[in-house]
């Protein structure tokens, strides 16, 4: 599989029969554009993932309630307002966006789907939307889906797309994503929306479980600030058009298109961690050879969550106990005399003790991209999680972040 481009590295390739657009409403403030369209010509399969939050937003309840259908054919999406905590008056503004579009677009009010992301708890600023579907619809085919990543973010410093091109069955098949996604992110998801689509010929169940299973080992598995947004939503819709053969769960060629989702998911998630609200550095943290899977996950997560170890690492101090401290608190089996812990390849500690290699640690922590690893010694299981170190820029981001 190759053919993979990043926004930083060039254009991102659009898959037969999708069409974008992104315009000004000036939802929370102008100057910049704040409402995408992602529309599919042919009614496309879709699937998706949502917030595990209880607190949902009005556009989650909707897309949560439509997705059962599995068909879609269009996603709106503003930046600038979450539309959550707005009661009955948020949900009618939210099927309003969806019926305004389906109208304007020719298709089902059903086969569209609606996301918003932004500050919570104020009322959806419905008056500049309304005016602005027109020239939305309009625009289609003359915007990209690089214009769609710009218009949903929010605290975002640079917008976030990816494709990959792969083969199946000869013909040659397009997935793209875009994704949004800076602070209050935690597992099951982040403070993100994140679009793919794909002109790959794919029945339901076979792209349900291509999604699940890269969002559980992407998204899923970041963490910024331990918090967990209102409004997480994932989609992928695909509409067929490359021609190949119906993929299905049981195909030959279903393990490379799902290797592929989940190239795509994995690199949007270092991007989202790589953006960390202040974020100088980003942090990959795997454990291996833990007694499952669940304990290196919950190890991993353990360490990337410890503000001591995020704030150790913005300082380039290579505090090596406080990665044993968060170990040990985590739960997980561990045998403190068998625990290796490696720095961007350089062994900090061997057998729960210091190799009095610091001033050389300290040096790789300068590094803007970080790789601890921890080896438990005791069984098979191995997980990774993406994190970032924590500055003063945070705080103020955040604590700013209405006004």
């Not at 503003?78 to 949900?91: I, L, R, V």
């Not at 959806?124 to 214009?147: A, C, F, H, Y």
């Not at 403190?336 to 040096?363: C, P, R, Y």
Request: net charge positive; with cysteine.
């Amino acid at each position: 599989m190759k053919a993979m481009k990043t926004m930083e590295k060039g254009t991102i390739f659009q898959p037969k029969g999708f069409l974008f657009s992104a315009v000004e409403a000036a939802i929370k403030k102008p100057g910049r554009k704040d409402l995408a369209l992602i529309f599919s010509e042919r009614e496309a399969v879709i699937s998706g993932m949502f917030t595990k939050n209880n607190v949902k937003a009005a556009p989650v309840k909707l897309d949560m309630k439509r997705i059962e259908s599995g068909k879609g054919q269009a996603i709106i999406v503003n930046s600038g307002n979450a539309n959550a905590c707005t009661g009955k008056q948020g949900m009618k503004d939210a099927v309003e966006m969806a019926e305004m579009t389906a109208k304007t677009l020719g298709v089902k009010t059903d086969r569209v789907y609606v996301c918003s992301t932004g500050v919570i708890g104020t009322p959806m600023p419905m008056e500049r939307i309304r005016s602005k579907i027109t020239e939305l619809v309009d625009n289609l085919g003359r915007r990209t889906i690089d214009d769609v990543a710009a218009a949903i973010m929010t605290t975002d410093t640079f917008p976030k797309a990816i494709s990959k091109v792969i083969k199946i069955d000869g013909k040659v098949i397009t997935i793209s994503g875009v994704c949004k996604g800076a602070g209050m992110i935690c597992p099951n998801m982040a403070t993100m929306l994140c679009f793919i689509v794909t002109d790959a010929n794919i029945d339901k169940s076979a792209l349900d479980k291509a999604l699940k299973n890269a969002v559980q080992k992407s998204f899923n598995r970041i963490t910024i600030d331990g918090d967990m947004s209102t409004n997480d939503t994932v989609l992928i819709m695909a509409n067929g058009l490359s021609g190949n053969a119906l993929i299905k769960k049981k195909s030959k060629e279903f393990n490379k298109f799902a290797d592929a989702v989940s190239d795509i998911t994995y690199e949007l998630s270092k991007m989202i961690v790589k953006d960390g609200e202040g974020a100088t550095k980003l942090v990959e943290i795997e454990v291996k050879n833990a007694k499952n899977e669940r304990d290196a996950e919950k190890g991993a997560f353990a360490i990337a969550n410890s503000l001591l170890v995020k704030t150790a690492i913005y300082g380039n101090d290579a505090n090596w106990g406080r990665i044993m401290a968060a170990l040990g608190y985590s739960g997980i089996a561990i045998k403190e005399g068998m625990t290796d812990i490696f720095l961007n390849g350089l062994k900090i500690v061997s057998k729960g003790m210091g190799t009095g290699k610091d001033k050389e640690a300290n040096e790789k922590l300068k590094n803007k991209e970080i790789k601890i690893v921890v080896d438990l010694h005791l069984r098979r299981g191995a997980a990774k999680v993406l994190t970032c170190d924590l500055t003063e820029d945070y705080v103020k981001i955040n604590a700013e972040y209405r006004t």
